[in-house]
């Protein structure tokens, strides 16, 4: 099943919470695709269409293609 996100989320990171993101293979820039609830517990499996909101590549990633984040604290 792919889960299209339709429009990127730009989040205010909270340091030490957790986040998944990816890599546009295009632009080479990495973005959020969202809040971990799991704080990196739970194995990644989905799929997800995504447009880069820098150079606006449409592009599927699949799990091993989402890594998890965790923002540093303040």
Known sequence: MVKTVAKQWEPAL????WYLRYMCPNCQTAHILFRDLT????????TY???????????TYESQ???????LEA
Do not use: T, V
């Open 14 to 17: 909270i340091p030490g919470e």
């Open 39 to 46: 704080r990196g517990s739970a194995p990644i499996r989905a």
């Open 49 to 59: 269409f995504i447009e880069c909101p820098a150079c606006r590549l449409k592009e």
């Open 65 to 71: 293609d989402i890594e998890r984040y965790q923002h």
